[in-house]
């Protein structure tokens, strides 16, 4: 599936965002969807992943501030990014992983986050 990823943008220390990705198919079949951000000079890390009926899971660095979701109608992904800070910065992308963990879906361009005042 092709993925296009939006909704980031500037913030200011403390602000809030909501990226969202849109997904080209369905992703009703999809068990885990993941948010990965990647910083300049830093590898792709991930941030945030929702599987079907368990808890989500988020990376320690953004643990009580980030909110992964899914609209499985819209097939899009949400990340609510709140109480941002300058290290948030990168750009956002996601992805969905199958059996393995292998990931489905070729990377979209990313939507960039930037935090500063």
């Known amino acids: 599936a092709q993925v296009v990823e939006s909704g980031g943008g500037l913030v200011q220390p403390g602000g809030s965002l909501r990226p969202l990705c849109a997904a080209s198919?369905?992703?009703?079949?999809?068990?885990?969807l993941d948010w990965y951000r990647q910083a300049p000079g830093k590898q792709r890390e991930w941030v945030a992943s929702?599987?079907?009926?368990?808890?989500?899971n988020y990376a320690d660095s953004v643990k009580g501030r980030f909110s992964i979701s899914r609209d499985n109608a819209k097939n899009t992904v949400y990340l609510q990014m709140n109480s941002l800070k300058p290290e948030d910065a990168a750009v956002y992308y996601c992805?969905?992983?199958?059996?393995?963990?292998?990931?489905?879906?070729?990377w979209g361009q990313g939507t960039q986050v930037t935090v500063s005042s």
């Open positions: 198919r369905s992703i009703f079949s999809i068990n885990t």
């Open positions: 992805n969905a992983r199958g059996p393995g963990g292998i990931l489905r879906w070729n």
């Open positions: 929702i599987s079907g009926g368990t808890t989500p």
